[in-house]
């Protein structure tokens, strides 16, 4: 009895230890549980939202939080989150895209009553979340000042309206397409297109010719990989304010299949905005080249470029800045395209043929539009273009690209491996050898600025110089004594060694490996022959930008001189 009795106690004492287990797991696997279960429950509605996206003719994106107050097109109610239309600016609650999706129709690319006149189309209304700062047509008052769903959008021309100057006239008016319908293509003319092809017709002149002298489509090609991945964004603030039709993003859609719309307009009058760096501008660029080996040279259009990319001297020599982060409104930058001026820019083709008797692949051929270098710079481009490849990622944000090239730099400074490269090559301009001093890089210019925004040729001497011309025919050859020297230039406490003006210009590598680049595409080369020469012209839009103070001045002389004389 006595046994029984002592081995009680440790019996008794398990129970609230399998209590306390028991409560410990509860406690461990019950949150598990509810997360699993709301994870499940969130991958099964965004599988329900993307199965709408992809069925819905609506270019529905789903947003985490809307940058303005926002109210839901079905319900009315005010949302943080749901989905939008980047192509007519439906805006909706979770709940609500399968009604929304019912009832209000996406922009209309073409119009199905084929019996309408090419140039004639209703307002397309959309009530509420008009742009902020908009006004009503009738009143002139502000729109979109009251905390509801309320007032009117057409979303073609952009104009607005308030509920109660909503009348049975504007509902039924002809819209004009507004301020940018020199821009857009109207629905009506691509469905006369489409029935001028059955019938086998080809006259679009003739039915151009409604729309006027002035209408010069645009066609906007956007990189939304580029820059800090602004491209995205960027297209649908264009659908908006143009036709969905008219703006391809070029990682989907190449440039070369993207301009075959150009052959559906008129001769010699479209125009193309290029939202990228000047790596997705040589890519347009050479689907223009393909256009004019397929006869289609009527068709051509004029370039304008709108900088997401990093270096971007390209688009700063044409007048459309260094970089694009949002500054200005997409409307402003639709109205520079149109202000532009026609221009040519150079484009040389630059041919790599490799040394060696027993050498039988073909010789590598690039086309340049900005420049050709060989030396720090191009080794800076290499060193930063192999650790991009290993993890992209990193390499969104336009200051830590040039804190990477800045680190590049300074490492080359202290290893110089670029040194002695006037022994290692040999220099024709024009087939005339020269002699050169001790560099390490020699740089082939095409247009004005170098290395994100710095005039390389002109310099910051007392000496004069012609001004580098990207349509002249002619290449800026300098050369720079390294890496360290490049820095001081591009800060502007150093010049150039300038080595001279060519039509043709050729580099022999004697030996060893070196690193070259060709706009900003760089590999490292053994001994070879580097020939550039002249290759064709690209039409391209400069933009000037408002006249500075000394430009006013100046041309107020020049007419006083006139009226002078």
């Not at 081995?7 to 609230?16: D, F, K, R, V």
């Not at 010719?209 to 820059?227: D, E, M, T």
């Not at 990193?394 to 300074?410: C, D, H, Q």
Request: glycine share 8%; proline share 5%.
């Amino acid at each position: 009895m006595e046994g029984d009795r002592r081995t009680s106690p440790p019996t008794q004492g398990l129970l609230p230890d399998s209590h306390l287990i028991l409560w410990t797991l509860c406690s461990v696997l019950l949150p598990v549980f509810i997360t699993l279960w709301c994870s499940l429950q969130r991958s099964r509605r965004q599988l329900h939202r993307r199965d709408i996206f992809r069925k819905s003719k609506h270019g529905w994106r789903d947003t985490d939080l809307f940058s303005h107050p926002t109210y839901c097109c079905v319900c009315a109610q005010h949302i943080l989150q749901g989905a939008f239309c980047d192509c007519c600016g439906l805006r909706v609650d979770e709940g609500c895209l399968k009604k929304a999706d019912k009832r209000f129709q996406c922009k209309e690319i073409m119009l199905k009553n084929d019996n309408r006149a090419a140039d004639a189309m209703p307002h397309h209304w959309i009530r509420g979340n008009v742009p902020l700062c908009s006004y009503c047509v009738v009143c002139k008052q502000q729109c979109g000042n009251q905390p509801k769903l309320c007032d009117y959008r057409c979303i073609w021309c952009q104009k607005t309206v308030h509920d109660e100057c909503m009348k049975s006239s504007l509902k039924n008016e002809k819209c004009d397409f507004g301020e940018f319908k020199n821009l857009i293509i109207p629905p009506g003319y691509l469905t006369s297109i489409n029935q001028m092809r059955k019938d086998k017709k080809t006259d679009y002149e003739s039915l151009a010719s409604k729309f006027g002298k002035q209408w010069s489509p645009l066609i906007v090609l956007a990189n939304s990989r580029s820059g800090t991945n602004m491209g995205e964004g960027l297209l649908g603030e264009f659908r908006i304010l143009l036709n969905p039709v008219q703006v391809f993003d070029v990682t989907k859609t190449p440039p070369i299949k993207a301009l075959q719309l150009c052959t559906l307009l008129p001769y010699y009058s479209v125009r193309v905005l290029v939202c990228g760096g000047d790596g997705t501008v040589g890519w347009v660029l050479d689907a223009v080249d393909e256009m004019k080996i397929k006869g289609q040279e009527k068709y051509i259009p004029q370039v304008a470029v709108l900088p997401l990319g990093t270096g971007n001297d390209l688009s700063n020599t044409l007048g459309w800045g260094t970089g694009y982060a949002g500054e200005i409104p997409v409307a402003q930058v639709l109205r520079n395209v149109m202000e532009a001026d026609g221009i040519k820019l150079d484009r040389w083709k630059v041919q790599v043929t490799n040394k060696g008797y027993y050498n039988l692949r073909k010789p590598k051929e690039f086309t340049m539009n900005n420049y050709f270098s060989i030396g720090p710079d191009a080794l800076m481009a290499l060193n930063f273009h192999a650790h991009r490849e290993k993890a992209p990622s990193l390499f969104s944000s336009r200051i830590l690209n040039k804190a990477v090239y800045l680190f590049y730099g300074t490492k080359d400074c202290l290893v110089q491996e670029c040194k002695d490269l006037n022994k290692k090559i040999e220099l024709e301009l024009d087939g005339e050898r020269l002699e050169l001093p001790n560099l390490e890089g020699i740089i082939v210019l095409n247009i004005g600025y170098w290395g994100g925004g710095c005039r390389l040729w002109e310099g910051m001497g007392d000496e004069t110089y012609p001004l580098a011309r990207h349509d002249d025919g002619l290449l800026e050859v300098v050369g720079v004594y390294g890496s360290f020297h490049c820095a001081q230039i591009q800060v502007k406490l150093a010049n150039p060694f300038r080595i001279g003006q060519a039509h043709t210009v050729r580099l022999i590598l004697k030996c060893s490996m070196m690193p070259m680049q060709v706009d900003g595409e760089p590999w490292a080369q053994g001994p070879c022959t580097v020939t550039i020469t002249h290759k064709t012209h690209a039409l391209m839009l400069y933009f000037s930008g408002e006249p500075s103070d000394e430009d006013t001045s100046s041309a107020s002389d020049q007419e006083d001189l006139k009226e002078a004389e």
